[in-house]
T-cell receptor
Framework: GAVVSQHPSWVICKSGTSVKIECRSL??????MFWYRQFPKQSLMLMAT?????????EQGVEKDKFLINHASLTLSTLTVTSAHPEDSSFYIC????????????FGPGTRLLVL | DAKTTQPTSMDCAEGRAANLPCNHS???????VYWYRQIHSQGPQYIIH???NNETNEMASLIITEDRKSSTLILPHATLRDTAVYYC????????????FGTGTRLQVTL
């Protein structure tokens, strides 16, 4: 299957700092990428849909000014958590679609963020 | 997208077939059934998807009932590495259609 990578795999930061997470589709081009967040013992929650060359679409309740998403190319989307606080500590996962009718989404390995 | 219902947890002995059921009684004609699994602390892994015909790949088989209101994911010979949370997701066709994750089924494969 298609491969999606994320970097970094884990990050620890101080409260108030910003953290950038990269999501790359390694062997295919992805017009659309998705960002999810998963808290312990919970399911994945979609945060936003990232479209190449345009603004991201955020789910209800997700602060667009806090979670900045950039999708500058067909293989790279970034999520920046601005002014991170301990409650932002979570597992952030991206996915990318292969496109087309009945397309499949492939997920990255996730980034674990711990804000102290 | 149609909502799905899955058992919270299941056990399976190693080497046996694991049959994971999913109900999606409100599925529409243009919605596919997708299965993903998530092993602890990893991103979800795509397993298989189908529209109305049964499907099989190297990982699993997907059996969809004729009325498409339910399906079963079959892992023919479960191993300890198949222990994971399995998600059944119904999703519209077409690019950029998001996946909505429910709580899934926690499959525990035992010796």
């Amino acid at each position: 299957g298609a491969v999606v990578s994320q970097h970094p795999s884990w990050v620890i930061c101080k409260s108030g700092t910003s953290v950038k997470i990269e999501c790359r589709s390694l062997d295919f081009q992805a017009t659309t990428m998705f960002w999810y967040r998963q808290f312990p013992k919970q399911s994945l929650m979609l945060m936003a849909t990232s479209n190449e060359g345009s603004k991201a679409t955020y789910e209800q309740g997700v602060e667009k000014d806090k979670f900045l998403i950039n999708h500058a190319s067909l293989t790279l989307s970034t999520l920046t958590v601005t002014s991170a606080h301990p409650e932002d500590s979570s597992f952030y996962i991206c996915s990318a679609g292969t496109g087309g009718f009945g397309e499949t989404q492939y997920f990255g390995p996730g980034t674990r963020l711990l804000v102290l | 997208d149609a909502k799905t219902t899955q058992p919270t947890s299941m056990d399976c002995a190693e080497g046996r077939a694991a049959n994971l059921p999913c109900n999606h009684s409100t599925i529409s004609g243009n919605e596919y059934v997708y299965w993903y699994r998530q092993i602890h602390s990893q991103g979800p892994q795509y397993i298989i998807h189908g529209l109305k015909n049964n499907e099989t790949n190297e990982m699993a088989s997907l059996i969809i009932t004729e009325d498409r209101k339910s399906s079963t994911l079959i892992l023919p010979h479960a191993t300890l590495r198949d222990t994971a949370v399995y998600y059944c997701i119904v999703r519209r066709t077409g690019t950029a259609s998001k996946l909505t994750f429910g709580t899934g089924t926690r499959l525990q494969v035992t010796l």
